[in-house]
T-cell receptor, first 113, second 115 residues
């Protein structure tokens, strides 16, 4: 069983640039969630995708957007990067049932300078 | 609004000693509760979860947690800590009315283990 994989592991961008982070879901999982974890904080929910559509969103501005593909892999896009976007971005996959646990990847560490 | 509070930012215990990590939540209905562990540079691994039923939940790696509705708590315990348990621990609650993947996390408790 293949786990959740994320790429790249580390990324450095400049303020104002755009970034795309990628996630490959665990085999058989059809739901993907993205989280932002700032240094010293718990993860914060960005959004969730199911059947290629966003079906839940946290308190993040529209410059945070995502995609889910037919093979259930996913992308997180962030436009107009700000310094406060520096964080660990975590992807988690699961089944759609309410009691299906989230399986997290190791994350992408984004640094915005 | 829902929230999760982990009152202890950092805890140090001796190897072999018992452990209890505290978690308090704010939630209107019966919560879905989780404990996750995060090692440095890693993602989060699920230790255990509570949805309903028996209030004492067993998890992986010898951890257990007890749901106490009257105290709005879901404390994590382990009878004998191993050096490999050193990590950061996060308590989380499923967001009310939110999608399945929408969890609200506490700020975490960092566990250090003394030899």
């Amino acid at each position: 069983e293949t786990g959740v994989t994320q790429s790249p592991t580390h990324l450095i961008k400049t303020r104002g640039q755009q970034v795309t982070l990628r996630c490959s879901s665990q085999s058989g999982h059809n739901t993907v969630s993205w989280y932002q974890q700032a240094l010293g904080q718990g993860p914060q929910f960005i959004f969730q995708y199911y059947r290629e559509e966003e079906n839940g969103r946290g308190n993040f501005p529209p410059r945070f957007s995502g995609l889910q593909f037919p093979n259930y892999s996913s992308e997180l896009n962030v436009n107009a990067l700000e310094l406060d976007d520096s964080a660990l971005y975590l992807c988690a996959s699961s089944l759609e049932q309410l009691n299906s646990p989230l399986h997290f990847g190791n994350g992408t560490r984004l640094t915005v300078t | 609004a829902q929230s999760v509070t982990q009152p202890d930012i950092h805890i140090t215990v001796s190897e072999g000693a018992s452990l209890e990590l505290r978690c308090n939540y704010s939630y209107g209905a019966t919560p879905y509760l989780f404990w996750y562990v995060q090692s440095p540079g890693q993602g989060l691994q699920l230790l255990l979860k509570y949805f309903s039923g028996d209030t004492l939940v067993q998890g992986i790696k010898g951890f257990e947690a007890e749901f106490k509705r009257s105290q709005s708590s879901f404390n994590l315990r382990k009878p004998s800590v191993h050096w490999s348990d050193a990590a950061e621990y996060f308590c989380a609650v499923g967001a009310d009315g939110g999608s399945q993947g929408n969890l609200i996390f506490g700020k975490g408790t960092k566990l250090s283990v003394k030899p």
